[in-house]
């Protein structure tokens, strides 16, 4: 802990003088028990947020140090505010570590929490093993009627996705009106918070490819169902497998298929929208597709990026905006953006 007082009278010598006095001068100054001072210097404890925003503030013209049991104290010869004329702030080096912005500040676990989460994993695997069957059997036929739609698998993808989410969320849906018909090919952009974004657009039952980085792919059950579904695979942090997705995404769209992007390009930590990514929009201008912008709502805060072995309880609300068109990426990357940033704000 670090300790600042102003003590007027205090001087080098008397801390450097044998530890008796040292002892003394110290339990005078500040004793341990409840970190109290003399009635004429007031205890102030603040979290180093709260203390600036309160006006509180400590000016250093020299420092001297010496050493307690379990912890390192340094005194401040000169300490004042503008609200105190002598005070003694005690600050602890753990206090403070989340920030004043945070969307969803660290709180203690819950054991609901926690016991909802595995019981959603648990449902979420043994809704896929069974509906994996069915996938595998059907493939074949896919392959052959339905190559690069797949409907079919999309289909078994929204009930897996259905059958996790109803028993332990309500979710609510805006502006099915916009949704393109299915066999007209789309991209869809949407803001990213949570792992429970992938489940929530599965229920919107639409036939768009995923893009998911290459090691998810290796993963039993969920891989194969990836890759049965026609998902892209793409390496972050290398060009070349960015190209090739693009390249992939355009090819689809040509065939009839839609694709989905998270243009964020990760999720969010704060829940606050992050830039948007260019590449969805290009292949959007290229090929003379709609762009649809979808707005997730109340993702990041049922099950919170990093956290993923909680659900807490919550509503999820689903904005699909009005398709827009037009052949500048930039432009259709603005425009995207600005219509889920409006609704997100319109929730704050």
Same mark, same amino acid.
């Given at each position: 802990m670090e300790v600042a007082a102003a003590y007027p009278s205090l001087s080098l010598l008397h801390l450097r003088s044998r530890k008796s006095s040292t002892h003394s001068s110290l339990s005078r100054l500040c004793p341990y028990k409840g970190l109290g001072c003399s009635a004429y210097n007031q205890a102030v404890l603040r979290n180093p947020y709260s203390s600036a925003q309160n006006g509180f503030q400590c000016i250093t013209t020299k420092r001297v140090g010496f050493s307690w049991p379990n912890f390192d104290l340094k005194l401040n010869?000169?300490?004042?505010?503008?609200?105190?004329?002598?005070?003694?702030?005690?600050?602890?080096q753990l206090a403070g570590t989340g920030t004043p912005d945070a969307a969803y500040p660290l709180s203690e676990? #819950?054991?609901? &929490? !926690?016991?909802?989460?595995?019981? $959603?994993?648990?449902?979420?695997?043994?809704?896929a093993i069974f509906l994996i069957v069915l996938m595998l059997v059907g493939h074949p036929f896919v392959l052959l009627l339905d190559r690069y739609r797949r409907k079919f698998h999309h289909f078994i993808a929204k009930l897996w996705a259905t059958l996790t989410v109803s028993p332990f969320l309500k979710?609510?849906?805006?502006?099915?009106?916009?949704?393109p018909s299915s066999d007209t090919p789309a991209v869809y952009v949407s803001n990213h918070q949570s792992f429970l974004d992938i489940y929530?657009?599965?229920?919107?039952?639409?036939?768009? #490819?995923?893009? &998911? !980085?290459?090691?998810?792919?290796? $993963?039993?059950?969920?891989?194969w169902a990836m890759s049965m579904m026609g998902v892209i695979p793409l390496k972050r942090m290398d060009n070349r497998s960015q190209l090739e997705c693009l390249k992939r995404c355009m090819e689809l769209i040509k065939k009839g298929a839609s694709v989905c992007f998270f243009p964020e390009g990760t999720r969010s930590k704060d829940g606050?929208?992050?830039?948007?990514?260019?590449?969805?929009?290009?292949?959007?201008?290229?090929?003379?597709?709609?762009?649809?912008?979808?707005?997730?709502?109340?993702?990041?805060?049922?099950?919170?990026?990093?956290?993923?072995?909680?659900?807490?309880?919550?509503?999820?609300?689903?904005?699909?905006?009005?398709?827009?068109?037009?052949?500048?990426?930039?432009?259709?990357?603005?425009?995207?953006?600005?219509?889920?940033?409006?609704?997100l704000g319109l929730q704050s």
């Open positions: 010869r000169r300490c004042y505010d503008s609200k105190l004329s002598r005070n003694v702030v005690v600050r602890s676990l #819950k054991v609901g &929490s !926690k016991v909802r989460g595995i019981c $959603f994993y648990a449902v979420t695997a043994v809704v979710l609510e849906i805006e502006g099915l009106e916009n949704l929530t657009l599965l229920t919107l039952g639409k036939s768009f #490819k995923f893009i &998911s !980085k290459t090691g998810i792919f290796l $993963f039993p059950v969920i891989g606050k929208l992050g830039a948007f990514k260019k590449g969805a929009f290009s292949v959007a201008a290229k090929t003379g597709v709609p762009v649809v912008p979808i707005t997730l709502m109340g993702t990041g805060k049922i099950m919170p990026s990093g956290m993923e072995g909680m659900l807490n309880e919550g509503t999820i609300k689903v904005v699909i905006h009005k398709p827009i068109q037009g052949h500048d990426a930039g432009e259709l990357c603005n425009e995207a953006r600005d219509s889920i940033a409006d609704t």
